[in-house]
């Protein structure tokens, strides 16, 4: 396999000519959010926000320090008293608005994120729209939560159970969607009654500015602040910080160690969104066409930079050669370029130079390991961190490609014999955020995925995900759940209040 940066017999980059989607004037403020109002912060360093596809500056965005941290806690502090005494009704209704407010300006966010980011259109579209719903959803969920009755447990005692907020909420948010994965923590931490300060990831920072600024006329002040800057400073800062109630990050395994670490100073809780290597189970019964379709979506949407994207195929040895045949023409139509290029586009770029390494790096190393590329498997043209969509089959059992999250359009193929078999290799895995199994047997529909030690399993189809079901996962990948009423129970807290009734 060649990962060199020769690209004559590689596939094509459409690009987009320099046509920029939004004006730079339609950037957010480069700063950070407190208590209603941008602000400078105490630094004097900045960020480089980069554009992958041009390897451009888009701006740079003030990298914040943990004064800055101390100041936004404050002013949560100040704004949790009036935001949790609001009715359920009257704060659905400020975070409805808050979703209207998103839909009038959606077309801003997706250009917005693409640019950033250059994750294609439909991705953008895609993450945009679920933000928005995710708002709407907790607005209404909130408000009809459900729980133990009251009633005498204990003779004349009557026990009345309370659902709390935990008070200040620190989020702490990665580069792959940072406007979706800033709102499944925004939208349910506010709506249970919480104030929050987030830090969204340093290399992208720009629509959670950008929400910060279109809401800043409905949310009160305080109630959601954003600090922007670097995660051992201001992440770091909000872990440790004593008057944080709760820390949710979603990233990386090393981070959320970090975090938890913090956190443990204050006893504070953790709510964690971790790394994934989600197994794709195809058995030999399955309709191989149907599954090769699933991986295409669900192997290299937002171009593999997806905590549960498919990466890891286990296929039954008897279907390998057809089923990877399939899978490789599915890989092979793929359209790479940036966003900008047409609605078409399937595959953008790596977010950044160090990231696009490192996925060379594990390319390199699969290549050692004996894999071998059936489709890509090398860098494409300059400028622009792209890597072409790639399939590697012949893996080693236990290779590094199989076992540790690459994080790019790089997914392996491995072969087994029994279901047994394939069940353990599924679990080999420390991480357990998701998977999927293809089958046309009900019996082991049913029972392979309750075998299966992942937070989300799907059957037939892969990453179909929707507001109402938790996201989360068991083992490496971290715990607490995000969407869904699950997440309005992580961010509040149960009180028993027991009353002596007797005379
Ligand atoms: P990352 O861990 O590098 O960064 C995530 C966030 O944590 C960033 O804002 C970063 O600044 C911050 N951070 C880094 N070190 C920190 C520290 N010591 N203390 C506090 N904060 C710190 O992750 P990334 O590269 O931005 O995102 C990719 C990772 O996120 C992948 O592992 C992916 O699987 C994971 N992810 C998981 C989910 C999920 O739902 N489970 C969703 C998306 C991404």
């Not at 009251?150 to 990665?174: F, K, M, N």
């Not at 399937?346 to 190393?365: D, F």
């Not at 004996?370 to 089959?393: N, Y």
């Not at 059992?397 to 279901?419: D, L, M």
Request: charged residues 20%; aromatic residues 6%; proline residues 5%.
């Amino acid at each position: 396999m060649n990962t060199t940066t020769d690209t004559t017999q590689r596939p094509k980059i459409r690009r987009a000519h320099g046509a920029a989607a939004i004006d730079s004037s339609q950037l957010p403020p480069a700063r950070h959010f407190i208590d209603g109002r941008f602000t400078e912060g105490q630094g004097t360093t900045t960020e480089q926000i980069i554009d992958p596809c041009s390897e451009d500056v888009i701006c740079n965005v003030a990298r914040g320090t943990s004064a800055d941290v101390d100041a936004a806690v404050a002013a949560a502090h100040r704004a949790a008293p009036g935001w949790r005494k609001l009715t359920p009704k009257a704060r659905g209704e400020i975070i409805t608005a808050v979703a209207d407010r998103l839909q009038e300006n959606a077309e801003l966010l997706m250009d917005l994120e693409s640019w950033n980011t250059g994750k294609p259109r439909a991705v953008a579209e895609d993450d945009v729209h679920f933000a928005i719903d995710c708002f709407r959803f907790m607005a209404g969920a909130q408000r009809a939560g459900t729980a133990l009755a009251s009633g005498e447990y204990a003779e004349d005692h009557l026990s009345v159970i309370q659902r709390e907020p935990l008070g200040v909420i620190g989020a702490i948010t990665p580069w792959n969607y940072p406007l979706l994965m800033g709102v499944w923590k925004i939208a349910p931490i506010l709506a249970a009654g919480n104030t929050l300060v987030l830090k969204a990831s340093e290399q992208t920072p720009l629509t959670t500015l950008k929400l910060a600024e279109l809401t800043a006329d409905i949310l009160p002040a305080g109630v959601f602040n954003v600090v922007a800057g670097q995660g051992s400073v201001v992440g770091q800062r909000l872990a440790e910080h004593p008057d944080v109630a709760m820390i949710a990050l979603t990233g990386s395994v090393g981070s959320g160690q970090a975090v938890s670490r913090a956190a443990a100073e204050s006893v504070k809780r953790v709510h964690l969104e971790l790394g994934g290597k989600a197994p794709a189970v195809v058995f030999a019964d399955a309709d191989l066409p149907g599954a090769a379709t699933a991986l295409r979506n669900g192997g290299y949407w937002n171009s593999g930079q997806e905590c549960g994207a498919a990466c890891r195929v286990l296929v039954h040895e008897s279907v390998a050669e057809e089923f990877t045949s399939l899978l490789a023409a599915e890989v092979s139509s793929f359209v790479i370029g940036e966003p900008g290029a047409g609605p078409d586009v399937e595959i953008g770029p790596m977010i950044s130079r160090a990231h696009y390494e490192r996925v060379l790096q594990h390319l390199e190393q699969a290549a050692q390991d004996g894999a071998r590329a059936v489709v890509g498997g090398s860098a494409l043209e300059r400028p622009g961190f792209f890597i072409a969509p790639t399939i590697l089959a012949d893996v080693p059992v236990g290779a590094a490609c199989t076992q540790e999250e690459i994080f790019g359009p790089v997914v392996t193929i491995e072969t087994f014999s029994e279901e047994q078999e394939a069940i353990d290799r599924a679990n080999e895995v420390p991480f357990g955020l998701a998977a999927s199994i293809y089958t046309t047997d009900t019996r082991r529909s049913h029972d392979v995925a309750s075998r299966i030690d992942a937070g989300t399993v799907w059957v037939n189809d892969h990453l179909v995900i929707t507001g109402e079901m938790p996201w989360g996962g068991f083992k490496g990948s971290g715990y607490g759940r995000d969407l869904s009423v699950y997440a309005l129970d992580d961010y509040t807290r149960t009180k028993h209040v027991m009353h002596n009734n007797a005379r």
